[in-house]
């Protein structure tokens, strides 16, 4: 089954524990990316990925590491939480002729 | 960057009327616009997309409208039914930067 598997789903940290996001889809997409969803502000990229080793910033990325060693992996990584970075977070991959796939969403909770 | 608005943040009504759900972009080099419909706890799903070389496109009850002049978008669902309650979000495809950018979302509340 084609999809975007991210874990964990809900994690709940304390301030300044570094914290990884794992991201991993198994359709050969190229094009990756991480999102945050906070209520009334949508969908909001933080970083994107083109290719292996080819990212780049999206619209709010202080705070956020990503890195793409593997096609297939994407990890989002927070090196010292703090509590503005209690969100839901989404990763996601894409097809060149179609939208974004969407994983099932991380639920990150920061004390 | 590209600014995405989305209109209304809620909308309600009765089983088996029509929906309209209205987005504005600002940056006349995107080019893909893709719906997606979110369910309460679940991931956002693609509905359906549209690229800015085409004005509309249907699929069965839910349609989208693109006018590239006025930089507006439209997302139509017919025949409304209670499954379609869900958030829909509208966004815009920047290809110049590879960036998404998502409207705020709007609340579809289908009564039976």
């Known amino acids: 089954e084609a999809q975007v598997t991210q874990n964990p789903r809900y994690l709940i940290t304390v301030t300044g524990k570094k914290l990884t996001v794992t991201c991993s889809q198994n359709m050969n997409h190229e094009y990756m990316s991480w999102y945050r969803q906070d209520p009334g502000l949508g969908l909001r990229q933080i970083y994107y990925?083109?290719?292996?080793?080819?990212?780049d910033k999206g619209d709010v990325p202080e705070g956020y590491k990503v890195s793409r060693k593997e096609k297939r992996n994407f990890p989002l990584i927070l090196e010292s939480p703090s509590p503005n970075q209690t969100s839901l977070y989404f990763c996601a991959s894409r097809d060149v002729s179609r939208g974004l796939t969407f994983g099932a969403g991380s639920r990150l909770t920061v004390l | 960057g590209e600014n995405v608005e989305q209109h209304p943040s809620t909308l309600s009504v009765q089983e088996g009327d029509s929906a309209v759900i209205k987005c504005t972009y600002s940056?006349?080099?995107?080019?893909?616009f893709p719906w997606y419909k979110q369910e309460l706890g679940k991931r956002p799903q693609l509905i359906i997309d549209i690229r800015s070389n085409v004005g509309e496109k249907k699929d069965q009850r839910i349609a989208v409208t693109l006018n590239k002049t006025a930089k507006h978008f439209s997302l139509h669902i017919t025949e409304t039914q209670p499954e379609d309650s869900a958030v829909y979000f509208c966004a815009a495809f920047q290809g110049n930067f590879n960036k998404f950018y998502f409207g705020s979302g709007t609340k579809l509340n289908v009564k039976p």
């Open positions: 990925s083109m290719n292996v080793e080819v990212t």
């Open positions: 940056d006349s080099a995107s080019n893909y």
